[in-house]
């Protein structure tokens, strides 16, 4: 039995898919909040409950011999990124799992300590290190999916509001291969008590990505790119409001001012082990957007 949490997430629902179609037995963990039609059509077995709990925690990790931790921080880095992590790992030592799959991110271990996620990841790392668990720890660049929506919204107005310098580097990861990655990892030898970096073939500037966006549906891109220091400005104005807000801008500020992408090395290396040939970002979007 799997257990996935985070499973009603772009990345998680993918990795039910896969175990599912596989005709392995999965686990889902949801909130009662969250639209799982789509698991339940798959003969997933449902578990309704909060990651924040310890004891829905306890009660879904009975009878499972793997774990995949797919879920985000819903803007909660400590509860969820940190203490659900925890509980987790705690809990698969306590009965036995065989193979735990962490999703962390690209980042963590720089030492971004003003960003609650990465902060919270890579602690999380370490902790699964030294459990005496079996596992991969899986750092993603970025979700290819989580450009589908901004990639609709180009396809209405021809805009993309690109924050950040544009020449910082990314490798975005297909998240149809991040899922199988993490499926196929409790069963390759190559990703066992592994860190492995994950990212698309290409390594891509962030001013490539609108310009994919227009080869995919044929127009020229009109590309806004306001200085970080805007993003500053408006940031600064939201936490005068909204204190909350300032854990999720933190981590977001992070993001636009660093790079993140897999070396060709890392790439392959990746490759080699889970044999397999990585998609690039724009065949993952021809694919979801019919072009």
Do not use: W
């Not at 690209?106 to 999380?124: H, I, M, S, T």
């Amino acid at each position: 039995m799997y257990l996935v949490t985070g499973a009603t997430g772009g990345l998680g629902r993918r990795v039910v898919r896969i175990l599912r179609e596989r005709e392995l037995p999965v686990r889902a963990f949801v909130r009662l909040t969250s639209r799982y039609g789509e698991l339940e059509n798959r003969d997933a077995e449902l578990f309704i409950g909060d990651l924040r709990q310890d004891k829905d925690i306890q009660k879904a990790c009975q009878g499972v011999q793997y774990i995949i931790s797919a879920h985000g921080s819903g803007g909660d880095a400590p509860a969820l990124d940190y203490r659900a992590n925890i509980e987790l790992i705690d809990r698969a030592k306590a009965n036995g799992v065989q193979h735990f799959v962490f999703i962390s991110v690209l980042g963590a271990g720089r030492g971004y300590q003003d960003a609650p996620v990465f902060k919270a990841k890579e602690a999380v790392e370490k902790y699964l290190q030294g459990s005496g668990l079996n596992y991969t720890i899986l750092r993603p660049s970025g979700f290819a999916s989580n450009l589908l929506p901004l990639a609709e919204q180009f396809r209405q107005t021809g805009i993309y509001l690109l924050n950040g310098n544009p020449q910082n580097r990314t490798s975005i990861v297909s998240t149809d291969d991040l899922a199988q990655i993490a499926v196929d990892s409790p069963n390759v030898e190559g990703a066992c008590n592994q860190i492995l970096s994950v990212g698309g073939p290409d390594i891509l500037r962030r001013e490539d990505i609108p310009r994919i966006f227009g080869r995919v549906f044929n127009r020229e891109p009109i590309i806004v790119n306001p200085p970080l220091f805007v993003f500053d400005g408006v940031r600064s104005i939201v936490e005068l409001v909204n204190p909350e807000a300032k854990k999720g801008l933190s981590t977001l500020r992070t993001l636009l001012a660093n790079e993140f992408f897999c070396t060709p090395e890392e790439i392959a290396h990746l490759e080699s082990i889970y044999n397999l040939k990585l998609e690039s970002l724009e065949s993952f979007l021809r694919r979801y957007l019919g072009n």
